[in-house]
């Protein structure tokens, strides 16, 4: 069975930081795009990060660059979400997804994870 399976999580205050985690079952990254995505209360779900698993490309929405990182263990079959400087408005549910295809869009990612509750308080 193919699954992917967020981890990391947490309540953390403003200025703070955290990693979030996913993991992959039943398949292997390569070839594949890994998107973070999250949803806010009330809100539309939103791209926040993806990488290329093949060649290492990464792209961040604007209100994230310069605080988060993601980056990949190939040897894990795990990829990371370093979040930094953690804002209020960063409080959502945290969604990984793969896709075969380099997309910001939801619609062209194949699996998803369950999430994983992000809170920022102040």
């Known amino acids: 069975e193919v699954q992917l399976v967020e981890s990391g999580g947490g309540l953390v205050q403003a200025g703070g930081s955290l990693r979030l985690s996913c993991s992959a079952s039943?398949?292997?990254?390569?070839?594949?795009?890994i998107g973070w995505f999250r949803q806010a209360p009330g809100k539309e779900r939103e791209g926040v990060s993806l990488i290329n698993y093949s060649d290492g490309t990464t792209d961040y929405v604007d209100s994230v660059k310069g605080r988060f990182t993601i980056s990949s263990d190939n040897a894990k079959n795990t990829v990371y979400l370093q979040m930094n400087s953690l804002k209020l408005g960063d409080t959502a549910v945290y969604y990984c997804?793969?896709?075969?295809?380099?997309?910001?869009?939801?619609?062209?990612?194949?699996?998803w994870g369950q999430g994983t509750q992000v809170t920022v308080t102040s």
């Open positions: 997804a793969a896709a075969e295809v380099e997309s910001r869009y939801e619609d062209e990612y194949d699996c």
């Open positions: 039943g398949f292997s990254f390569d070839d594949w795009t």
